[in-house]
């Protein structure tokens, strides 16, 4: 059974530094690894997917990377701004043809406050 | 292209009642998944339709139901309330997996309150 940890829970830092969100998956055969972004009482936006055979990707001042051996991803966040302050998720899909059809399963969240 | 569209965003229920929420995927996405997200239990999956047909569930009890329609439209029905559910409701439309990278796009939500 796949379970999704994220560490640490909530995280707060000053403007402009360069931060890192962790995300550790049980069951190494996922087929993708997806970093969204939640604002309170919203729904959530797709920041990075990561494909199974993938290491890494980079969006503006994201990266996020894939280590499926250690059951590892990290999203780097560069130069961070207060309106990146929300709650970051990753979530784990299973492949199709284990059963996991659309079953994404989430990690409990970091929230992020970036201060002025 | 318009993204994933929930409706309604806000519902106040009694106990015993029953709701219905609607989904409309991103045009071309046949796969339908809902969550439900609660602040003790995060989010947690509820099911997943393609081509109507319910393909995966999670582990909720009978009262909640969904389908999917003809043009990938689904819905989800909760029958007799609970205080209990009260909780975002989150639905994800994708492409299908091993058709793609299958990345999951959410809609706003609809904020159920049981009352």
């Known amino acids: 059974k796949q379970e999704v940890t994220q560490i640490p829970a909530a995280l707060s830092v000053p403007e402009g530094e360069n931060l890192v969100l962790n995300c550790s998956f049980t069951?190494?055969?996922?087929?993708?690894l997806q970093w969204f972004r939640q604002d309170p009482g919203k729904g959530l936006t797709s920041l990075l997917l990561?494909?199974?055979?993938?290491r890494e990707q980079t969006s503006g001042r994201l990266n996020a990377s894939l280590d499926k051996s250690s059951g590892r991803s990290t999203l780097y966040i560069a130069a961070s701004q207060p309106g990146d302050s929300a709650t970051y998720l990753c979530?784990?899909?299973?492949?199709?043809?284990?059963?996991?059809?659309?079953?994404?399963?989430f990690g409990q969240g970091t929230t992020l406050q970036v201060k002025p | 292209k318009a993204g994933v569209t929930q409706t309604p965003r806000y519902l106040i229920k009694t106990r015993g009642q029953q709701v219905t929420l609607s989904c409309s995927p991103i045009?071309?996405?046949?796969?339908v998944s809902w969550y439900q997200q609660t602040p003790g239990q995060g989010l947690q999956f509820l099911f997943e339709y393609f081509s109507e047909t319910q393909r995966n569930k999670g582990n909720f009890p009978g009262r909640f139901s969904g389908r999917q329609f003809s043009n990938s439209r689904s819905e989800m029905n909760v029958s007799t309330l609970e205080l209990g559910d009260s909780a975002l409701y989150l639905c994800?439309?994708?492409?299908?997996?091993?058709?793609?990278?299958?990345?999951?796009?959410f809609g706003q939500g609809t904020r159920l309150t049981v009352v």
């Open positions: 994800a439309s994708s492409l299908v997996p091993g058709q793609g990278p299958a990345e999951a796009f």
């Open positions: 979530a784990a899909l299973g492949h199709f043809y284990s059963g996991n059809t659309g079953k994404l399963i």
């Open positions: 990561i494909q199974s055979s993938q």
């Open positions: 069951d190494s055969a996922i087929y993708n």
């Open positions: 045009s071309g996405h046949r796969s």
